[in-house]
């Protein structure tokens, strides 16, 4: 029986700053605030979305999700929760689809025993919290493995998992290894044709790459990163819905298994991976396998930075075991369940079911400092850490960023000193880089804010944007008295007061606070600009027209001075929804002057304001509000100036049997 998979490993490392709870701005992410946020709109939000086109025009939008087997951890489901709920509907419609896999992507043969064990209970808890039932796969992370993770899996009820052909010594793509105890189950991919769809065209032409597949007998499985299909390969997703659309041969790891077994045997090859061409060394030494930077550029950082996590990591649970041993009856197993507590269980549930006593306040927060260091040295140990070309990488810094936050929270400060002498011998291939021990203070530690910083940061947001006089903003509850913020740490209970007499610098405050402090002054300023400019509108308009017959050596301030003035109101007339023939009005002002009015920041602005006004709007407001739109792109002499539609044809096709008027479709190119 011929039978298709295609699996889509879908990850990103935890990136929430743990001082803060929420990603600070990631620069090399832009136009977005971070990475999260790009590949959710090049690669999350369209294969939920993915549109089926035929001589240009939408016929079906098909989620991917539907059809694709995949796995999606905690770190990234924790933040498509928080961030895009919409999106975990979507993603929903599929879980009958999904695996698990462990916590937050630690190469599990390099971990002990007991942090193997909670990285694979934490994750089995987190796919249970969100897909509702109990896992019988699992992807392992860089599909690093060995006997004794094997053993542990099956041990914890997983009945299977996937891994590449040079990891199995096997005579078909679907055997039973034999372990210690019991066995588990394995899928073999087909590495040709992954290959050739990750890193080569092959998505490029969906129809081919489909008649290959019929060309193969039996089952063939496809194994590769789920942002191969949008992020890495653009429009990939629409490639995927093309062959879901036209073969009844595709099934899931989660379907084929429940009705079918292995009837052969294999054996795992220990301590290898799929992207390390020496086995699991690219996460311990350095061994040549390298993504990014420049040629010739080495990895002896791997091997210190490594070890001096280690180091750390073993001080840490020294330490943070013994101090909870005087107050819960198991610590290790309440470390186990301390998982429910990050899923949202509530803290004083867990406390009952784990403390020896009654325990104060303060035993509480200690209590929960602790687990809360075993947390994030957990996510120090992310596999992110140890990929990349440089120790200055990104995801270097935010492992370190997660270390600084566990001996800050276990008040080990000996083994953060211990920890700067590994990261010395640690080398940057950057020359004003050095080695790791500038990276931790250049760049982990500015990002280590204090409680103070968070409470400035509020104050300042208070001053300037309409949030509550009590709420939440990361992970911090806070709340305005008289002259003073008071804040609560969600994660470890503690409570902070502080005198609500703040300077304006931005500087020693979360980026993703300053940014909207910023953006806060910068609606005041166009405010009073634009009031300032209608003083003296009709001169300069005057000036304007007629500079051919009384040249002006102004000439130019005065246009880049009105051109500012009608995009400020412009963005200010989107931002609040007003009625689109304000819209019109001022654009066809920009028009009688020569002003190029629409750039990318206001195509931005009108793509958010379509979708708003499409929700609330009558039948015959939308079709002028997207005729007026689509006239805009036809005019529109730059790409990047182009209202983008995609979202609205979206919900218009979800909605389709809400819309009587069919000329919406045509003019969002959808099939009736």
């Known amino acids: 029986m011929r039978a298709f998979v295609i699996h889509g490993h879908f990850y990103q490392p935890f990136?929430?700053?743990?001082?803060?709870?929420?990603?600070?701005?990631?620069?090399?992410?832009?136009?977005?605030?971070?990475?999260?946020?790009?590949?959710?709109?090049?690669?999350?939000?369209?294969?939920?979305?993915?549109?089926?086109?035929?001589?240009?025009?939408?016929?079906?939008?098909?989620?991917?999700?539907?059809?694709?087997?995949?796995?999606?951890?905690?770190?990234?489901?924790?933040?498509?929760?928080?961030?895009?709920?919409?999106?975990?509907?979507?993603?929903?419609?599929?879980?009958?689809?999904?695996?698990?896999?462990?916590?937050?992507?630690?190469?599990?043969?390099?971990d002990p025993d007991d942090d193997k064990l909670i990285q694979i209970k934490w994750g089995i808890r987190a796919y249970k919290h969100f897909f509702g039932k109990e896992p019988q796969g699992f992807w392992l992370p860089e599909l690093a493995v060995d006997k004794k993770t094997l053993q542990l899996l099956s041990d914890n009820g997983i009945r299977y998992t996937i891994l590449a052909p040079h990891q199995v010594i096997a005579n078909n793509n679907f055997v039973r290894v034999p372990l210690e105890k019991s066995y588990i189950d394995v899928f073999?991919?087909?590495?040709?044709?992954?290959?050739?769809?990750?890193?080569?065209?092959?998505?490029?032409?969906?129809?081919?790459?489909?008649?290959?597949?019929?060309k193969k007998e039996g089952l063939t499985v496809i194994a590769l990163d789920g942002e191969t299909f949008g992020h890495?390969?653009?429009?990939?997703?629409?490639?995927?819905?093309?062959?879901?659309?036209?073969?009844?041969?595709?099934?899931?790891?989660?379907?084929?298994?429940?009705?079918?077994?292995?009837?052969?045997?294999?054996?795992?090859?220990?301590?290898?991976?799929?992207?390390?061409?020496?086995?699991?060394?690219?996460?311990?030494?350095?061994?040549?396998?390298?993504?990014?930077?420049?040629?010739?550029?080495?990895?002896?950082?791997?091997?210190?930075?490594?070890?001096?996590?280690?180091?750390?990591?073993?001080?840490?649970?020294?330490?943070?075991?013994?101090?909870?041993?005087?107050?819960?009856?198991?610590?290790?197993?309440?470390?186990?369940?301390?998982?429910?507590?990050?899923?949202?269980?509530?803290?004083?549930?867990?406390?009952?079911?784990?403390?020896?006593?009654d325990l104060s306040y303060e035993e509480k927060v200690e209590i929960f400092r602790y687990l809360n260091a075993i947390k994030y040295m957990q996510l120090a140990f992310s596999s992110d850490g140890w990929f990349f070309a440089e120790v200055s990488g990104l995801e270097t810094i935010k492992n370190l960023l997660f270390v600084k936050r566990a001996i800050d929270l276990a008040e080990i400060e000996y083994a953060e000193t211990r920890l700067l002498e590994y990261l010395q011998e640690a080398p940057s291939n950057i020359p004003q880089v050095g080695n790791g021990k500038t990276v931790w203070v250049k760049y982990v530690i500015p990002q280590a804010h204090e409680p103070y910083s968070i409470a400035k940061g509020i104050y300042l947001i208070s001053s300037l944007d309409s949030i509550e006089r009590s709420g939440k903003l990361g992970k911090w509850e806070y709340s305005f008295n008289k002259d003073s913020i008071k804040l609560k740490d969600t994660e470890t209970l503690e409570e902070f007061i502080f005198q609500a007499s703040f300077d304006k610098n931005t500087k020693d405050i979360p980026s993703i606070f300053a940014k909207r402090v910023q953006e806060g002054?910068?609606?005041?300023?166009?405010?009073?600009?634009?009031?300032?400019?209608?003083?003296?509108?009709?001169?300069?308009?005057?000036?304007?027209?007629?500079?051919?017959?009384?040249?002006?050596?102004?000439?130019?301030?005065?246009?880049?001075?009105?051109?500012?003035?009608?995009?400020?109101?412009?963005?200010?007339?989107?931002?609040?929804?007003?009625?689109?023939?304000?819209?019109?009005?001022?654009?066809?002002?920009?028009?009688?002057?020569?002003?190029?009015?629409?750039?990318?920041?206001?195509?931005?602005?009108?793509?958010?304001?379509?979708?708003?006004?499409?929700?609330?709007?009558?039948?015959?407001?939308?079709?002028?509000?997207?005729?007026y739109i689509q006239e805009l792109n036809v005019q529109a002499k730059d790409y990047k100036n182009v209202v983008n539609l995609w979202e609205v044809q979206n919900y218009v096709w979800e909605n389709r049997n809400k819309f009587a008027d069919k000329n919406i479709f045509r003019l969002l190119n959808l099939a009736l």
């Open 521 to 627: 002054y910068l609606r005041r300023y166009m405010d009073e600009r634009v009031a300032l400019f209608e003083n003296y509108k009709s001169v300069y308009k005057d000036m304007l027209k007629n500079l051919k017959n009384i040249p002006s050596i102004f000439g130019n301030y005065i246009r880049l001075e009105y051109a500012n003035y009608l995009r400020f109101k412009l963005y200010k007339t989107i931002e609040k929804c007003k009625d689109v023939q304000e819209i019109k009005s001022i654009v066809e002002e920009a028009k009688d002057l020569n002003i190029e009015l629409i750039d990318e920041y206001i195509a931005d602005a009108l793509s958010y304001y379509v979708m708003e006004k499409i929700k609330k709007s009558t039948e015959k407001e939308i079709f002028s509000i997207i005729e």
């Open 232 to 357: 890495h390969k653009k429009f990939g997703e629409m490639g995927l819905a093309y062959m879901f659309l036209h073969s009844s041969h595709f099934t899931t790891l989660e379907e084929y298994y429940t009705l079918h077994k292995p009837e052969h045997k294999g054996t795992i090859v220990e301590n290898t991976s799929w992207s390390c061409a020496h086995g699991i060394m690219r996460w311990q030494d350095d061994c040549g396998c390298s993504t990014g930077g420049e040629p010739g550029w080495h990895q002896k950082w791997r091997k210190p930075l490594r070890e001096g996590l280690e180091y750390v990591r073993s001080q840490l649970k020294e330490k943070v075991y013994n101090q909870l041993g005087k107050y819960l009856t198991d610590p290790y197993q309440a470390a186990l369940d301390f998982v429910d507590v990050i899923l949202g269980k509530d803290k004083e549930e867990f406390i009952k079911e784990h403390a020896k006593k």
């Open 15 to 110: 990136r929430e700053c743990p001082y803060v709870g929420e990603i600070l701005i990631e620069p090399s992410a832009f136009p977005f605030e971070n990475w999260n946020e790009r590949i959710y709109r090049e690669c999350y939000l369209p294969n939920a979305y993915a549109h089926y086109r035929v001589e240009g025009k939408t016929i079906q939008i098909v989620n991917n999700y539907k059809y694709l087997s995949f796995n999606m951890g905690w770190t990234l489901l924790y933040w498509i929760k928080n961030k895009h709920p919409e999106l975990l509907k979507k993603i929903m419609e599929g879980s009958k689809n999904a695996i698990a896999t462990s916590f937050n992507h630690t190469i599990l043969p390099l």
């Open 188 to 214: 073999v991919y087909d590495s040709h044709l992954s290959h050739q769809i990750a890193f080569e065209r092959a998505l490029e032409e969906a129809k081919r790459l489909l008649d290959t597949l019929y």
